[in-house]
């Protein structure tokens, strides 16, 4: 086992030393043996700097597991209150519907209806609230074609005094029916009588 371990050894030192170079890469190589001989290996930088690096992000990442295990802790209790919630507000759910009653004592239903009646009150607010906002609505759009309507009856009133007032100006400017116009009334003719001569006609 000893010849194994000074075998396996160089290989190891040698291939970190190979890794080293082909890579550009800093290497740290510590390997005690069973007797607790120490052997290591680091490249051109220094072994105390390589791990201080290591210890730096080693911290770095155990802070950032912690973190993480306390967030999942964190979302694990907060799902464990959602759900007691969610199970408290379904079993309300189902007494305010008159649902697993037989359970429930006295003072719970009293305060169950308690709380019936004040929501009833606060209902019947708004649903009345509601409904005068809709009777104001419908006032205002009763009003509005009211004024509407008013509106065109007084342009039809103006539109027929306009054509009446054409109609009169029409008639006005329009010639007589009759072609002749007499002035003075016919004299009456005896026919078959004598004639009789006006005064001063004598002889």
Same mark, same amino acid.
């Given at each position: 086992?000893?010849?194994?371990? /000074?075998?396996?050894? +160089?290989?190891?030192? $040698?291939?970190?030393?190979?890794?080293?170079?082909? /890579?550009?890469?800093?290497?740290?190589?510590?390997?005690? +043996?069973?007797?607790?001989?120490?052997?290591?290996?680091?490249?051109?930088?220094?072994?105390?700097?390589?791990?201080?690096?290591?210890?730096?992000?080693?911290?770095?990442?155990?802070?950032?597991? =912690?973190?993480?295990?306390? =967030?999942?802790?964190?979302? =694990?209790?907060?799902?464990?209150?959602?759900?007691?919630?969610?199970?408290?507000?379904?079993?309300?759910?189902?007494?305010?519907?008159?649902?697993?009653?037989?359970?429930?004592?006295?003072?719970?239903?009293?305060?169950?209806?308690?709380?019936?009646?004040?929501?009833? $009150?606060?209902?019947?607010?708004?649903?009345?609230?509601?409904?005068?906002?809709?009777?104001?609505?419908?006032?205002?759009?009763?009003?509005?074609?009211?004024?509407?309507?008013?509106?065109?009856?007084?342009?039809?009133?103006?539109?027929?005094?306009?054509?009446?007032?054409?109609?009169?100006?029409?008639?006005?400017?329009?010639?007589?029916? +009759?072609?002749?116009?007499?002035?003075?009334?016919?004299?009456?003719?005896?026919?078959?009588?004598?004639?009789?001569?006006?005064?001063?006609?004598?002889?």
């Amino acid at each position: 086992r000893q010849v194994t371990f /000074c075998k396996r050894r +160089s290989g190891l030192l $040698k291939k970190a030393h190979e890794i080293s170079v082909l /890579c550009d890469a800093e290497v740290a190589l510590i390997v005690f +043996s069973t007797k607790g001989k120490l052997s290591e290996y680091s490249t051109d930088a220094c072994m105390d700097r390589i791990l201080e690096r290591y210890e730096r992000y080693s911290y770095a990442e155990r802070q950032l597991t =912690t973190t993480d295990l306390e =967030t999942h802790g964190s979302l =694990t209790l907060e799902h464990v209150k959602l759900k007691s919630r969610i199970e408290v507000l379904e079993r309300n759910h189902r007494h305010y519907m008159g649902e697993d009653l037989d359970s429930v004592s006295l003072k719970e239903l009293q305060n169950f209806e308690q709380q019936l009646d004040t929501s009833l $009150k606060k209902i019947r607010s708004r649903k009345n609230q509601i409904m005068f906002e809709s009777i104001s609505n419908l006032q205002s759009k009763g009003k509005a074609l009211q004024d509407q309507n008013n509106l065109l009856a007084k342009k039809i009133d103006e539109e027929k005094v306009l054509a009446q007032q054409t109609q009169w100006a029409q008639q006005n400017h329009a010639p007589n029916a +009759s072609p002749f116009i007499l002035s003075q009334p016919l004299r009456t003719l005896n026919i078959g009588g004598a004639y009789a001569p006006r005064g001063g006609d004598e002889g």
